[in-house]
């Protein structure tokens, strides 16, 4: 891994809403989910570099980090973000 290598954090706002909107919410967010593994995994095959994907979750917040070479480190970032819901 190269030697400069930078942490981000992605603080995922927590949403209260009706039945009817969370369900339908959820489906989209399954529907998601099969998006995400494939932007996952296209990031696991064009980076050869090392790179660290975490989650974390503390009472009921979710945040994800990633850590990576500076070269890369823009490449993971546009790839999260176009997996998190607007």
Known sequence: MSS?????????AREVH??????????Q?????GEM???LQVIWEQ???IFALEVYSYKQHI?????????HIGQIASAIYTMIPS
């Open 29 to 33: 967010k399954i529907r998601k989910a």
């Open 18 to 27: 009706s039945d009817a909107t969370g369900h339908w919410i959820a489906m």
């Open 4 to 12: 400069q290598v930078k942490t981000y954090r992605i603080f995922l």
């Open 63 to 71: 945040e994800l980090c990633f850590t990576a070479s500076e070269e």
């Open 47 to 49: 980076i050869s570099d």
């Open 37 to 39: 593994r494939e932007s």
